[in-house]
Structures are given as C-alpha cells and as structure tokens.
T-cell receptor
C-alpha cells in the first residue's frame, strides 16, 4: 500500500509570494490533516479535512487555507508569504480522524527568503 | 505554561540501555496519548497509542500514563542505534473522529553502538 505522498519536497519562495502544497493520502483514508513543524514551535496543527469539509482548524492566520478534493487529495495554500512561514509542512492521513492512527508524509520543506 | 512540555534533550545513551522519555501536560481533559518517532528528514510515525491511565507494552516499547500527575512516559528497553531519532508525544481530549493533536516539541535520542 502506497504511503502518504507530498509534493513538492522542497520549495524556495520570496516574501510576499503565495505557495500551494499538495498531499495524496493513503488509499481509502478520508481524513487529511496539515501541520507546520519548526524548531522553535515544534509541530503545530493547521487544519483537518474529512470528505471535502474542513472539520477543525488550528490557530493560524487566514493566509493559511486548504481544501480537499473528492478523491481525498488535499492542497494547502499560503498567501503573502512571510519569513516566519519557513518550515516543514507535514500532511497526515487517517481513516477516521487525527485522534486515531494517522500516517504522515515526508513533508514539504518551504524556505521563504 | 505550555499545554505540553517535553525535554528537548539531546539524550545520548549506550546501546542496550533502557531509555525513559517523558512529557508533562497541563490540560486535565487530555485522554488520548500517543508517541511518535521521527527520523531525520522523515515524517513522524506512530509508535504507541494509549487511552486514559495505565501501561501499554509493544515489544521493546512501553507507554505509561499517569493522569493524576499529568505525566506520560515512553520506555525503550535494549535500545539500538536504529532507535536514534526524535520522539514526540502527542495528546488530545477528544475521542471519536475529530480533535486535533497537541504535540510536545520532541526529545532527540542518540543511541551509541
């Protein structure tokens, strides 16, 4: 069974630009969660989607948004990038939700210059 | 006070040692507790999942929850160099399908041959 895949793996953007990251969950998983990981703050929850609906959202500004498609693939978008958005963005999929067993992808390393 | 506190280490032990990793938390509503292992340049992988207080064992790993002290532990017996990774605790008050996880910042473990 293929694992969670994330594209791209590495990205360099300039302050003020926007970026879209993609996540393909494990086949059959309908829940996709996004996390931001930084050395200073650790792993922080961004949002969770289940069957194309956002069920839960973390404490991040509105510049961070996401969506989920009918095939469960998910994208997250960050607009007006700031230097502080440099981080590893992780996607995790689960059959029912993040409180159950969830599987993480390798992440997208975003660097904002 | 942060909701979840975890000593970042680094923790260095000789091969074969018993390793003890710990987290403390402040929210008495947390009921579901997890330990994730994250190798360098990889996404976290779920090691242990426990509900409420008590112990759970899986091979060389034992997870312990003491809700009265708001303290959780992960013990690794007969540690191996392949156990060298960052260990993250995570917890949530919610069962069911919803609920975001609150992560500790992780403890970096190095097992020396």
């Amino acid at each position: 069974k293929a694992g969670v895949t994330q594209t791209p793996r590495y990205l360099i953007k300039t302050r003020g630009q926007q970026v879209t990251l993609s996540c393909s969950p494990i086949s059959g998983h309908r829940s996709v969660s996004w996390y931001q990981q930084t050395p200073g703050q650790g792993l922080q929850f961004l949002f969770e989607y289940f069957s194309e609906t956002q069920r839960n959202k973390g404490n991040f500004p509105g510049r961070f948004s996401g969506r989920q498609f009918s095939n469960s693939r998910s994208e997250m978008n960050v607009s007006t990038l700031e230097l502080g958005d440099s981080a590893l963005y992780l996607c995790a999929s689960s059959f029912r939700g993040p409180s159950y067993e969830q599987y993480f992808g390798p992440g997208t390393r975003l660097t904002v210059t | 006070q942060k909701e979840v506190e975890q000593d970042p280490g680094p923790l260095s032990v000789p091969e074969g040692a018993i390793v003890s990793l710990n987290c403390t938390y402040s929210n008495s509503a947390f009921q579901y507790f997890m330990w994730y292992r994250q190798y360098s340049r990889k996404g976290p992988e779920l090691l242990m999942y426990t509900y409420s207080s008590g112990n759970k064992e899986d091979g060389r790993f034992t997870a312990q929850v003491d809700k009265s002290s708001k303290y959780i532990s992960l013990f690794i017996r007969d540690s191996q160099p392949s156990d060298s990774a960052t260990y993250l605790c995570a917890m949530t008050p919610y069962g069911g399908s919803q609920g975001n996880l609150i992560f500790g910042k992780g403890t970096k473990l190095s097992v020396k041959p």
